[in-house]
């Protein structure tokens, strides 16, 4: 069996893998990334795009700010819609914060192609991933490659891997413990060639469902509207789901709206899901592999991000320092941001979605949620702290 040696193996080749490795390398920190897809597949995937500021600082720490700051667009409100009223989250004023619109897909892009040109080992489509002995001093993950099976010798495991991946199975089962919450609808989701409906995003609850405009550029749009857990895409035309999206958005909003041939339509289940500890041994977990949040709240990478920062500071401190505090201490740092998050994005999809199986009790209670928050600084200001990103630690 062919031997690698690495300081840290990343499983993964996501926002999470990309951006440990990257900011463990500007310290001197040796690692290998594996992952089971092709680079193409990775750089093709459709994903959210609303930055944090403290993504942005990352990836500007990651030497990736350049094409996100000339190419992103700087969000300084969005609007909440609520069968036809209209409250601007004025995320600037209440918390002096933007937002950065940028696809996860280009920063994904930006970040493999750093990482190639710094001579990085990325190991694309590798086979029956397991890592091994991750409470041993020196843990190791093997691998199988066009038929050759490879072992990894490192001090560190980071799975990076997303939520079908394998890291997180290698907590032991009385270790580990998940919680989940599935929602009972899904987004379908499509990408048009054409100007955005609006400058800022508009979130908007309607009696029919959800809808999201939102955007890559200033000529590609990014829709959703929430639709059946269980509807095909196939069943979605291009024209049914223009014309679901106006009576959702109302008139007022839709006279804006620019129709187009969709170049990319997917729908995605929505889910809540933490699994805890997000350490075991030599094992770290970060991003989807511990975490997943619906996409109403906009946090999936930047949850990401802010445990790779959390955890890349860690790893440092111990190679530089030989301290292990920040190790040891790295899962409950990052659950306590991740279930922060966890809250918000179920808030908002609790708040903004029809739930078949709601009473007119709780519709109630959503309309009271759009209202309290229309009607109130504090309550605007508590949102748009979350929606702009809370303080690391
Ligand atoms: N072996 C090797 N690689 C694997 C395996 C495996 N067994 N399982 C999954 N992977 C790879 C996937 O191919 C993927 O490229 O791990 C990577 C995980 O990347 P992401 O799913 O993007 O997860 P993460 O880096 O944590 O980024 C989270 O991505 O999915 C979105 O909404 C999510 O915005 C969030 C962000
Ligand atoms: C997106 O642009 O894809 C997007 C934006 C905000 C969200 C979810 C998705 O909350």
Not at 149 to 155: G, K, P
Not at 188 to 211: C, K
Not at 360 to 385: C, N, V, W
Request: aromatic fraction near 8%.
């Amino acid at each position: 069996m062919k031997i690698k040696k690495t300081q840290v193996c990343i499983i993964g080749s996501g926002p999470a893998g990309l951006l440990l490795s990257q900011l463990l390398h500007n310290e001197g920190i040796d690692s290998i990334i594996l992952d089971r897809q092709t680079r193409e597949r990775i750089e093709a995937r459709i994903r959210a795009g609303v930055l944090e500021t403290g993504t942005v600082e990352a990836l500007e720490e990651a030497g990736v700010g350049d094409r996100l700051h000339a190419e992103g667009l700087p969000h300084s409100g969005f609007d909440l819609s609520f069968n036809g009223d209209h409250h601007r989250i004025d995320i600037a004023g209440l918390t002096g914060k933007q937002v950065m619109v940028y696809g996860q897909t280009e920063v994904t892009k930006d970040l493999i192609k750093r990482r190639l040109a710094q001579g990085c080992e990325i190991i694309f489509s590798v086979n029956n991933v397991e890592p091994h002995d991750v409470i041993q001093a020196k843990p190791k993950v093997r691998y199988t490659k066009d038929g050759e099976t490879v072992e990894i010798e490192c001090d560190f495991i980071a799975g990076c891997d997303g939520f079908h991946g394998v890291a997180r199975q290698a907590i032991p089962a009385d270790i580990l413990k998940t919680y989940e919450r599935v929602y009972p609808f899904g987004w379908l989701g499509v990408l048009t060639e054409r100007p955005p409906v609006a400058e800022e995003l508009i979130y908007a609850h309607h009696e029919r469902g959800f809808a999201l405009c939102s955007m890559r550029s200033k000529t590609r749009s990014r829709y959703y509207i929430q639709c059946a857990a269980e509807d095909d895409v196939a069943d979605w035309s291009d024209d049914r789901f223009w014309d679901e999206l106006v009576i959702r958005i109302g008139e007022d909003t839709a006279k804006h709206l620019l129709r187009g041939p969709s170049f990319e339509k997917s729908i995605a289940p929505l889910r809540s899901f933490v699994a805890e500890p997000m350490r075991y041994g030599n094992l770290f977990l970060a991003g989807d592999a511990a975490h997943i949040v619906p996409p109403t709240g906009a946090k999936g990478l930047n949850l990401a991000v802010s445990d790779v920062r959390i955890l890349s500071r860690a790893l440092i401190d111990f190679y530089k320092n030989r301290n292990a505090t920040y190790l040891e201490n790295y899962s409950a740092t990052c659950l306590r941001r991740v279930w922060k998050a966890e809250r918000f994005s179920w808030f908002m999809s609790t708040m903004l979605h029809q739930f078949p199986d709601f009473s007119p009790f709780e519709k109630k209670m959503q309309r009271a949620e759009f209202d309290h928050i229309a009607g109130s600084e504090t309550a605007s200001r508590s949102l748009a702290e979350n929606y702009a990103g809370l303080p690391l630690e």
